[in-house]
């Protein structure tokens, strides 16, 4: 497709329950984030993939969330053992280089997951 | 311990005036600087950047000022049209491979 795909638009998921959300990035984009955005929060950076480096893990708040990019292309991020804190919008994003260089950084988000977990 | 700060969670403004958005950083070694704006159930999009090397990048109806002695960036967009209403965010980044860091957000109301 022409942008950053996600799927599912909608979890609703009961505490406990591990999730997986689904990130399809632009084609050619080498660097691929995740960010979440809770109710009344900002974006706030969760894991970043930046082609066969090693990911950027330093966002992720708890070893319940992981992350992995399969052929340099998807993205799942797995949250285990959901809780209610982790409802959110969930939102990935892909760019042409890495994030915060000029003129080719630019991020491209997806329209987002929403996880409601009760 | 925020790095990017948008104070003013909200502003309102009258179709046809100027609305200023305001945005201060902590981190000294930011060197580039974004605004994206989000509609509701839509993702962020690019809107504006700048970078250090500049104090002021225009586009349009929207212009990005940087003061870096101050630590401070605002988005002036004039004249506001009620389809500008929507969720600013302010990021940042460093130089190269770092992801950016986001500000709260302030929502836009352009009131026709």
């Known amino acids: 497709g022409a942008g950053v795909s996600q799927s599912p638009s909608n979890k609703v998921t009961e505490k406990g329950k591990d999730v997986e959300l689904r990130c399809d990035p632009i084609s050619g984009h080498t660097a691929l984030y995740w960010y979440r955005q809770s109710l009344g929060q900002g974006l706030e950076f969760l894991i970043y993939f930046q082609g066969n480096s090693a990911p950027d893990k330093s966002g992720l708040p708890s070893d319940r969330f992981s992350a992995e990019r399969t052929g340099g292309s998807v993205s799942t991020l797995t949250i285990q053992r959901t809780q209610q804190e982790d409802s959110a919008v969930y939102l990935c994003a892909s760019s042409l280089a890495p994030g915060g260089l000029p003129g080719t950084g630019e991020l491209f988000f997806g329209e987002g997951s929403r996880l409601t977990v009760l | 311990d925020q790095q990017v700060k948008q104070n003013s969670p909200s502003l309102s403004v009258q179709e046809g005036r100027i609305s200023i958005l305001n945005c201060d950083y902590t981190n000294s070694m930011f060197d580039y600087f974004l605004w994206y704006k989000k509609y509701p159930a839509e993702g962020p999009t690019f809107l504006i950047s700048?970078?250090?090397?500049?104090d002021k990048n225009e586009d349009g109806r929207f212009t990005v000022f940087l003061n870096k002695s101050a630590k401070h960036l605002s988005l002036h967009i004039v004249p506001s049209q009620p389809g500008d209403s929507a969720v600013y965010f302010c990021a940042a980044s460093g130089s190269g491979n770092t992801p950016l860091v986001f500000g709260k957000g302030t929502r836009l109301s352009v009131i026709a």
């Open positions: 700048i970078s250090s090397i500049k």
